[in-house]
Every structure is written in C-alpha cells, then in structure tokens.
C-alpha cells in the first residue's frame, strides 16, 4: 500500500504522476495536518488542509511512483507531498497484476 499525503488541491496532479509510473487506481482521503507547523489567525490556530492518496499495488511499481513523486511533487515544491508503503498482507474486490519479480 502506497501512501501519499499532499496539501489540500495537489491531489489530482499527484494522481496523474503515479499513474504514469503505473498505478491504476487510487483512493483520495481529506485529512489535516497535526504536525508541529500551524497558522494562527486572529488568535485561532488553523490546521493546514492535505488530501491522503491511498493506492494498493506492487512494490516495483509503487518504488516507481515514489520516485516519480520526489521529482515532480516532493516535499520542496508548492504540493509538499510525503509518501510511505505498508506491507499488505490480503485484499478483497481488488484486481491486482502479480508481483513481478
């Protein structure tokens, strides 16, 4: 499982990316941040807005989105995007290609 968080409005470009290194589908989540970077306006403190980009694939591709990522979207352009993988062990109602490899 490939996991991207992007500020709020990147997501759509961070889709396209990934799909150019191969991953077929993704899932997007609205999140906010809870890091130690917040904006304060009028007194009030404002969580800055990101969207959570989920997609399950295998890991060659997803080394291929990561990187794709880092170059085109990464964590010093206006999209500041993350990403992280985690091992999944089963899936249902998903069409996965087989691990190449």
């Known amino acids: ?16 990316i990934v799909r150019g290194a191969g991953i077929r589908g993704a899932t997007i989540l609205n999140a906010r941040g809870g ?16 969207d959570m980009i989920l997609c399950v694939t295998d890991a060659a591709t997803s080394e291929r989105a990561m ?20 091992p999944v062990d089963k899936t249902v109602g998903v069409d996965l290609p087989e691990e190449r490899g």
Do not use: W
């Open 1 to 16: 499982m490939l996991y991207i968080i992007v500020n709020a409005g990147f997501a759509d470009d961070v889709i396209e």
């Open 35 to 50: 890091g130690t970077r917040y904006e304060s306006f009028m007194g009030i403190t404002v969580d800055s807005e990101k």
């Open 67 to 86: 990187q794709a990522i880092r170059e085109k979207a990464g964590i010093k352009t206006p999209a500041h995007s993350i990403c992280f993988t985690l």
